[in-house]
């Protein structure tokens, strides 16, 4: 099979999602939910949601049990791009990271109460990524549960 | 399809309605027990937070299901919005063979002489229905033996100084202490209060032919996987079934009891896998739980009771109670997190009466549960931590095994309007008319929740804590998995559902054995008083048999 350089590059430059399937994500969203929910827990010297797989735990759980949400995600996505391009004047992927988080703070206060309850709902839905069972896609490796020192703890009986 | 006659028919195979079944078939009547759910394995569930009985985000991993069941909640006056079984308000307890005590954390309390006689005790504060019970803890205190020796339980008799008279101690010793509580029960002590080991429904030795608790984190709201939980479907219902007698019928759901002309109870109609059965008997036994009972008896109604069985006088579904919780949470500068399970395992019964300031009631005040880590990152995060961010997330490293808490069930006053319905309008998918549930909590339950809150703090800050915050009931209608008093018990059958045998009034044959007949809901988990209630029932049904 013959490959040419621009796929090449295009492979290794792209996030893991563009190489597995997304159940409830497109690529876009699949790229901004992943940059919120590692502002909700960010990497410090112990991974955070993105290392921790929390993107693939709402893509499979928002096409299961937690499908009801999924029309908040969609529509609240964009809503939450439009927020932050009138607060900023930029993309949420486009501003660093100290910048992302202080425009999330500002939504919390200022935004509409539908903007706000759909960042509270991803707040709560990235705990359960990072802090539940890693069975549902997120916590890849038990990273919440050794931060904390209970992985003998949580995965010695099972789970 | 009609079936051949047996004796009873027992509907809902839970705390209750598994010990209804054992009494009757271990006395050689034929029983059917219907239960909705299934039969689960501890290998179905495991120990996944995410879908436990505490935390439902992914699902009721002890029933009932989201695509099968719904119910109307209020939201604002005469407004209703549709909620699911794994959402919190729908106030679920489960659905499945055991009940909610497959899942429970197993505290096994018995209420104390006052919690029968509240109203003659304190009288009844402005806009509450509160009654004493027509029966007495002297009444109940040898069905209570017999729950704690045939469920089984494990406690010290006599280290509780409030405890009321016991004629038996209890069949086990009690489980051990575990780090949080040691540093508990000594600053308890050192405040002049009254601390001793908590009685539970788990086996601290081999008991009844199963193992003693294995100490793991995942007890409540899990299944035990070595079934030292004492549920009563590792217990009283293969003891019913082994005796040939009982038939367990699962994924059996109640339509309604059919009723002779009068005030006879002809059977029971119940769908299983699309087919509807007619179940005929001599007996009928309502243990669906205090939401799901008064639902049975209003899909029940006939041109005799048009407003549903035993609903003449308007009290079925009236004075829904459950348990607000009150206590307090702290930071120590040590480790105490030792991931031992059941983990609540000192209590104190010092504030459950004879609170200053008039106030009615109160509750033991206990220490907490194994916290988990999704449960600890959404609830046990004081107020002024962020709920995100670095913040947050170093919040939960520093503390999340330093964390203390311990909290009490506050007795509540029943409120007539606290209640649940028919919702005609909207059905399970079964057709079955399902309920709504509206009301507030009565002000005075959040007034005793602030004076315990207080007390939890001060243990709390004895026992080495640098700062603590208080955890702290809501104002809305109160059910959940401790529900209870929709169908009130009493000697006046225009103010109560059921007599004192807990046979409906103006039915002949219908006995309701779960928390739906308790008057009001001491300020205890009341798993164990639905199991004394139910062994007192069985006692009469079997005169009437």
């Given at each position: 099979?013959q490959?040419?350089?621009?796929?090449?590059?295009?492979?290794?430059?792209?996030?893991?999602?563009?190489?597995?399937?997304?159940?409830?994500?497109?690529?876009t969203?699949?790229?901004l939910?992943?940059?919120?929910?590692?502002?909700?827990?960010?990497?410090?010297?112990?991974?955070?949601?993105?290392?921790a797989?929390?993107?693939?735990?709402?893509?499979a759980?928002?096409?299961?049990?937690?499908?009801?949400?999924a029309?908040?995600?969609?529509?609240?996505?964009?809503a939450?791009?439009?927020?932050?391009?009138?607060?900023t004047?930029?993309?949420?992927?486009?501003?660093?990271?100290?910048?992302?988080?202080k425009?999330?703070?500002t939504?919390?206060?200022?935004?509409?109460?539908?903007?706000?309850?759909?960042?509270?709902?991803?707040?709560?839905?990235?705990?359960?990524?990072?802090?539940?069972?890693?069975?549902?896609?997120?916590?890849?490796?038990?990273?919440?549960?050794?931060?904390?020192?209970?992985?003998?703890?949580?995965?010695?009986?099972?789970? | 399809?009609?079936?051949?006659?047996?004796?009873?028919v027992?509907?809902?195979?839970?705390?209750?309605?598994?010990?209804?079944?054992?009494?009757?078939?271990?006395?050689?009547?034929?029983?059917?027990?219907?239960?909705?759910?299934?039969?689960?394995?501890?290998?179905?569930?495991?120990?996944?937070e995410?879908r436990?009985?505490?935390?439902?985000?992914?699902g009721?991993?002890?029933?009932?299901?989201?695509?099968?069941?719904?119910?109307?909640?209020?939201?604002?006056?005469?407004?209703?919005?549709?909620?699911?079984?794994?959402?919190?308000?729908?106030n679920?307890?489960?659905?499945?063979?055991?009940?909610?005590?497959?899942?429970?954390?197993?505290?096994a309390?018995?209420?104390?002489?006052?919690?029968?006689r509240?109203?003659?005790?304190?009288?009844?504060?402005?806009?509450?229905?509160?009654?004493?019970?027509?029966?007495?803890?002297?009444?109940?205190?040898?069905?209570?033996?017999?729950?704690?020796?045939?469920?089984?339980?494990?406690?010290?008799?006599?280290?509780?100084?409030?405890?009321?008279?016991?004629?038996?101690?209890?069949?086990?010793?009690?489980?051990?202490?575990?780090?949080?509580?040691?540093?508990?029960?000594?600053?308890?002590g050192?405040?002049?209060?009254?601390?001793?080991p908590?009685?539970?429904?788990?086996?601290?030795?081999?008991?009844?032919?199963?193992?003693?608790?294995?100490?793991?984190?995942?007890?409540v709201?899990?299944?035990?996987?070595?079934?030292?939980?004492?549920?009563?479907?590792?217990?009283?219902?293969?003891?019913?079934?082994?005796?040939?007698?009982?038939?367990?019928?699962?994924?059996?759901?109640?339509?309604?009891?059919?009723?002779e002309?009068?005030?006879k109870?002809?059977?029971?109609?119940?769908?299983?896998n699309?087919?509807l059965?007619?179940?005929p008997?001599?007996?009928?036994?309502?243990?669906?739980?205090?939401?799901e009972?008064?639902?049975?008896?209003?899909?029940?109604?006939?041109?005799?009771f048009?407003?549903?069985?035993?609903n003449?006088?308007?009290?079925?579904?009236?004075?829904?109670?459950?348990?607000g919780?009150?206590?307090?949470?702290g930071?120590?500068?040590?480790?105490?997190?030792?991931?031992?399970?059941?983990?609540a395992?000192v209590?104190?019964?010092?504030?459950?009466?004879?609170?200053?300031?008039?106030?009615?009631?109160g509750?033991?005040?206990?220490?907490?549960?194994?916290?988990?880590?999704?449960?600890?990152?959404?609830?046990?995060?004081?107020?002024?931590?962020?709920?995100?961010?670095?913040e947050?997330?170093?919040?939960?490293?520093?503390y999340f095994?330093?964390?203390?808490?311990?909290?009490?069930?506050?007795?509540?006053?029943?409120?007539?309007e606290n209640?649940?319905?028919?919702?005609p309008?909207?059905?399970?998918?079964?057709?079955?008319p399902?309920?709504?549930?509206?009301?507030?909590?009565?002000?005075?339950?959040?007034?005793?929740?602030?004076?315990l809150?207080?007390?939890?703090?001060?243990?709390?800050?004895?026992?080495?804590?640098?700062?603590?915050?208080?955890?702290?009931?809501?104002?809305?209608?109160s059910?959940?998995?401790?529900?209870?008093?929709?169908?009130?018990?009493?000697?006046?059958?225009?103010?109560?559902v059921?007599d004192?045998?807990?046979?409906?009034?103006?039915?002949?044959?219908?006995?309701?054995?779960?928390?739906?007949?308790?008057?009001?809901?001491?300020?205890?988990?009341p798993?164990?008083?639905?199991?004394?209630?139910?062994?007192?029932?069985?006692?009469?049904?079997?005169?009437?048999?």
């Amino acid at each position: 099979m013959q490959i040419d350089r621009r796929t090449l590059l295009l492979a290794l430059a792209a996030p893991l999602y563009a190489a597995a399937p997304l159940k409830t994500f497109s690529v876009t969203e699949a790229a901004l939910v992943e940059a919120l929910c590692e502002r909700i827990i960010p990497a410090d010297d112990v991974a955070g949601a993105k290392e921790a797989g929390v993107l693939y735990y709402l893509d499979a759980q928002l096409a299961g049990p937690l499908k009801r949400f999924a029309a908040d995600y969609h529509g609240g996505l964009p809503a939450l791009q439009n927020f932050c391009r009138q607060l900023t004047g930029a993309d949420f992927l486009e501003l660093p990271a100290e910048e992302r988080t202080k425009c999330l703070m500002t939504l919390e206060k200022t935004a509409p109460p539908e903007l706000r309850a759909f960042f509270r709902l991803v707040v709560e839905q990235t705990m359960q990524g990072f802090y539940g069972s890693p069975a549902h896609g997120g916590n890849r490796n038990d990273i919440s549960w050794r931060m904390l020192g209970v992985e003998e703890v949580m995965g010695g009986h099972g789970h | 399809m009609k079936l051949p006659a047996v004796d009873a028919v027992v509907v809902g195979a839970g705390a209750g309605g598994g010990v209804v079944a054992e009494q009757l078939s271990l006395a050689g009547h034929n029983v059917v027990l219907l239960e909705r759910g299934r039969l689960q394995t501890f290998a179905e569930t495991g120990h996944d937070e995410l879908r436990s009985q505490r935390v439902t985000v992914l699902g009721n991993a002890f029933g009932p299901d989201d695509e099968h069941y719904v119910r109307l909640v209020q939201v604002a006056p005469g407004q209703y919005r549709k909620v699911l079984p794994s959402e919190g308000v729908y106030n679920n307890v489960a659905a499945c063979v055991g009940g909610g005590t497959m899942s429970y954390g197993a505290m096994a309390w018995r209420y104390m002489e006052k919690d029968f006689r509240m109203r003659s005790t304190y009288g009844a504060p402005n806009g509450s229905s509160m009654e004493d019970w027509p029966i007495s803890y002297q009444d109940l205190e040898p069905f209570y033996t017999k729950a704690e020796w045939e469920i089984g339980v494990s406690g010290k008799a006599g280290a509780n100084t409030f405890e009321p008279p016991r004629q038996k101690p209890y069949p086990m010793p009690p489980l051990p202490l575990g780090a949080e509580a040691t540093l508990l029960y000594g600053a308890a002590g050192r405040l002049g209060w009254h601390p001793f080991p908590i009685p539970m429904a788990i086996n601290s030795v081999a008991y009844g032919g199963r193992p003693a608790c294995v100490a793991c984190p995942h007890c409540v709201g899990f299944a035990c996987e070595v079934n030292a939980k004492s549920s009563t479907a590792v217990t009283v219902i293969p003891r019913a079934i082994a005796t040939q007698h009982c038939q367990l019928k699962t994924g059996a759901t109640a339509k309604r009891i059919v009723m002779e002309s009068g005030s006879k109870a002809a059977g029971v109609e119940y769908y299983q896998n699309g087919v509807l059965y007619e179940q005929p008997c001599r007996v009928v036994v309502v243990c669906c739980s205090a939401t799901e009972t008064p639902r049975l008896l209003f899909n029940s109604a006939t041109a005799l009771f048009p407003k549903g069985l035993g609903n003449h006088n308007d009290w079925v579904g009236r004075n829904l109670q459950g348990h607000g919780y009150a206590g307090a949470y702290g930071l120590l500068e040590h480790d105490v997190f030792d991931g031992l399970g059941p983990g609540a395992r000192v209590a104190c019964c010092d504030f459950n009466h004879g609170l200053p300031g008039g106030l009615k009631g109160g509750a033991m005040i206990a220490n907490e549960f194994v916290r988990l880590p999704y449960l600890y990152s959404q609830g046990v995060i004081p107020p002024d931590v962020p709920r995100w961010g670095l913040e947050h997330k170093r919040h939960m490293r520093t503390y999340f095994k330093r964390t203390i808490a311990a909290q009490g069930p506050v007795q509540e006053m029943p409120v007539f309007e606290n209640r649940v319905e028919l919702a005609p309008e909207v059905t399970d998918s079964w057709g079955i008319p399902t309920i709504r549930i509206r009301g507030r909590r009565h002000p005075h339950d959040l007034e005793v929740a602030r004076f315990l809150s207080a007390k939890c703090g001060e243990w709390l800050k004895e026992a080495g804590a640098q700062r603590t915050w208080p955890k702290l009931p809501g104002t809305g209608v109160s059910g959940g998995q401790h529900q209870a008093g929709t169908c009130r018990m009493g000697s006046d059958p225009k103010t109560s559902v059921v007599d004192r045998n807990c046979r409906i009034h103006a039915v002949d044959n219908v006995y309701i054995a779960d928390g739906s007949v308790q008057v009001n809901n001491g300020g205890f988990n009341p798993s164990l008083t639905i199991q004394a209630l139910a062994y007192w029932a069985s006692a009469a049904i079997l005169r009437q048999l």
